[in-house]
């Protein structure tokens, strides 16, 4: 089917238009969202195989990503997409922490050699590598659900987000695919980062049924955010270092 404003063409079915954001519904009538999807392969693993599901759900969602987060059930409980994102998540991690232990044993033979005896040193290190096993899934799913709500506010900020908060927090949890490549030394971060954003703002615009622009801006709010902390911080600390190098100069005067 083409939208009526702008005449491009768009997939069947769709309440909204991808590029312009006009209702493609007739006045009066209602179009769920979500209507016409079906189940993940992971939320399917009990016919197709644990294993199957996940590795097939990841596959997926790294390499068809708008076909994945086009067909993604927006509804169904939080359990089935929660319990993917700490398994995925939990891999990388796990993957994140032994290059940690095993770089930074690597760096330890150019310390010198009383740091390296000292026992507060290995006792801090010992411990903080322990408290970060335990509290990691707590964290990681504390983490899950205030990025989902955070990305929801800001979607509802542009009348972006004609689903529910669950429709949010699967595209979140989903989006966590890209973490196993924490398995990459150095650069693992990097790349599952900027995959992970990728995925979050495909995820939306898809699961959400809007538009580009406004997924893009609750993608991008926090850093836009950030940024303008950032000179406004940059900006008051130079001017407080140029009235006090006024002052200075005043007074040698």
Not at 10 to 37: K, N, Q
């Given at each position: 089917m083409f939208c009526p404003q702008c005449g491009k063409e768009?997939?069947?079915?769709?309440?909204?238009?991808?590029?312009?954001?006009?209702?493609?519904?007739?006045?009066?009538?209602?179009?769920?969202?979500?209507?016409?999807?079906s189940k993940t392969a992971w939320e399917d693993r009990e016919n197709i195989g644990f294993f199957n599901g996940l590795?097939?759900?990841?596959?997926?969602?790294?390499?068809?990503?708008?076909?994945?987060?086009?067909?993604?059930?927006?509804?169904?409980?939080?359990?089935?997409?929660?319990?993917?994102?700490?398994?995925?998540?939990?891999?990388?991690?796990?993957?994140q922490y032994f290059w940690q232990i095993v770089l930074g044993n690597s760096m330890q033979s150019f310390m010198p050699q009383e740091l390296k005896s000292a026992a507060v040193y290995d006792m801090f290190h010992g411990l903080g590598r322990a408290m970060l096993a335990v509290f990691s899934p707590l964290l990681l799913v504390i983490g899950l659900f205030i990025s989902a709500g955070c990305l929801h506010?800001?979607?509802m900020m542009v009348n972006g987000a004609r689903g529910r908060f669950e429709a949010t927090f699967r595209v979140v949890s989903y989006g966590l695919s890209p973490?196993?490549?924490?398995?990459i030394?150095?650069?693992?971060?990097?790349?599952?980062?900027?995959?992970?954003?990728?995925?979050?703002?495909?995820?939306?615009?898809e699961a959400h049924e809007t538009t580009g622009g406004k997924a893009a801006f609750a993608v991008f709010f926090p850093f836009i955010i950030c940024c303008g902390l950032l000179v406004l911080v940059s900006i008051l600390f130079m001017?407080?270092?140029a009235a006090s190098f006024?002052?200075?100069?005043?007074?040698y005067k």
């Open positions: 768009i997939d069947e079915g769709r309440a909204f238009c991808g590029y312009c954001g006009a209702a493609l519904v007739e006045p009066g009538a209602t179009a769920a969202v979500g209507a016409g999807r590795l097939k759900t990841v596959k997926q969602v790294l390499f068809s990503p708008a076909e994945f987060f086009k067909k993604m059930p927006v509804s169904g409980g939080l359990i089935d997409p929660l319990l993917y994102a700490l398994i995925v998540g939990m891999v990388g991690l796990m993957f506010l800001f979607l973490y196993p490549l924490l398995l030394p150095f650069c693992g971060n990097i790349i599952a980062a900027l995959w992970t954003l990728v995925l979050t703002l495909i995820g939306l615009k001017g407080a270092i006024g002052a200075l100069m005043h007074t």
